[in-house]
């Protein structure tokens, strides 16, 4: 009878033994998926610091930019077709006396002032606006600016 109960003691404990590395292996496996998901989320973050990064005050289109939107400008509009002759001269995309330029790279858009969408071959010539980001024109400029609230990320001035 003893020896009976120590054959099934020792049963139990083999049949727990062999079974604890299972054990050991499922939550290892959870500590592993913990520490990919926060190397992902790492990952993400890390990825964000850097698209910030790019959209830096003043400094988002290059001179490659300023040249193909310049020569679309003045291909399609050139002349100033539609401008009145005084206006025309001004150099300031036809705005008229009083509304001339009231904004900057920094500073929201005046809500006073009229924007208008990009023409779609334009848009080809820039980069994609980045997300919470859009391309307008304003008075002879195209500006890019911050959906949220309007501020003004860079400038390219006189496009007409």
């Avoid at 496996?29 to 990064?53: G, L, P």
């Avoid at 400094?59 to 679309?72: E, L, P, T």
């Avoid at 391309?135 to 860079?154: A, I, T």
Wanted: proline share 7%; hydrophobic share 35%.
């Amino acid at each position: 009878m003893k020896n009976s109960r120590i054959a099934v003691c020792t049963a139990i404990a083999a049949a727990f033994m062999l079974g604890t590395p299972a054990f050991a292996k499922d939550h290892g496996d959870k500590d592993m998926e913990k520490a990919q998901k926060h190397a992902d989320k790492e990952e993400r973050k890390a990825e964000k610091r850097e698209h910030k990064e790019e959209i830096r005050q003043g400094q988002y289109f290059n001179d490659n930019h300023r040249q193909q939107v310049h020569g679309y400008y003045a291909e399609h509009y050139g002349g100033r077709k539609g401008c009145p002759p005084g206006l025309a001269k001004k150099q300031n995309g036809c705005m008229p006396p009083g509304q001339a330029r009231k904004w900057d790279v920094g500073q929201p858009l005046p809500r006073n002032v009229v924007v208008y969408s990009v023409p779609q071959p334009v848009l080809t010539y820039l980069p994609a606006a980045p997300a919470g980001y859009r391309y307008q024109r304003v008075g002879g400029d195209l500006v890019l600016v911050r959906n949220n609230d309007r501020v003004v990320v860079d400038i390219m001035l006189n496009i007409f």
